[in-house]
Each structure stands twice: as structure tokens, then as C-alpha cells.
Nanobody, 115 residues
Framework: QVQLVESGGGLVQAGGSLRLSCAASGSISVFNIMGWYRQAPGKQRELVAAIPTVSRVNYADSVKGRFTISRDNAKNTMYLQMNSLKPEDTAVYYC?????????WGQGTQVTVSS
């Protein structure tokens, strides 16, 4: 089993920054995909960014140039640095991990950007 624990959400003014973290534990393959999704009220969950252990990083067009995803494989930890935040970035952000064909999700962390 895999556990994902997110941290770092909160309230920030437009133009500000936040850094999210996701710590993974349990049975995790060396080759996996980690990523961040978000879900705003009344909207579908959408991919923000994904970072496989092998392959290129992928960003949603709406966050390119503002968000940076990274990971520390030794610690099984993933980060999302969010800069130049906009009110439309307000959502619950979920950590995601795919390993050995199974998908796991964190509990979510709220990010609120005030105008």
C-alpha cells in the first residue's frame, strides 16, 4: 500500500507564491509517475503537472512559466513551487502517484488565492 501526505497549502494574495510538498511512503516502484491535480468548486479535477522518474515533465498550459514541479527520489517526495498565483488557481490540490499500474491519491490541500 502507498500513502501520500500533502502539505503547504494556504491563503495567499494574487501574485504571491506557495510551495506544496507530497511525501510518499509504502511499496513504490523505482519507475513511477508523480503529479499534482487540482479541483476547483464545480469543476472537474485537472492535471497541473506530472513528473515521471524517467521522461519529461508535463505542465498544464495554464500554469506553464509560473509553476515548477520537482522531486527528490531519495526521499520519495515531490514539490510544486507556485509563483505569480492567480485567483483562478484557487482549488484543492491533490498529490498523485502511479506505480506498478495502480493509482494513489493524497487527501488534498486547499490553495486559495485572493484578488
Amino acid at each position: 500500500q502507498v500513502q501520500l501526505v500533502e502539505s503547504g497549502g494556504g491563503l495567499v494574495q494574487a501574485g504571491g507564491s506557495l510551495r506544496l510538498s507530497c511525501a510518499a511512503s509504502g511499496s513504490i516502484s523505482v519507475f513511477n509517475i508523480m503529479g499534482w491535480y487540482r479541483q476547483a468548486p464545480g469543476k472537474q479535477r485537472e492535471l497541473v503537472a506530472a513528473i515521471p522518474t524517467v521522461s519529461r515533465v508535463n505542465y498544464a498550459d495554464s500554469v506553464k512559466g509560473r509553476f515548477t514541479i520537482s522531486r527528490d527520489n531519495a526521499k520519495n517526495t515531490m514539490y510544486l513551487q507556485m509563483n505569480s498565483l492567480k485567483p483562478e488557481d484557487t482549488a484543492v490540490y491533490y498529490c498523485y502517484l502511479r506505480t506498478r499500474g495502480d493509482d494513489f491519491w493524497g487527501q488534498g490541500t486547499q490553495v486559495t488565492v485572493s484578488s
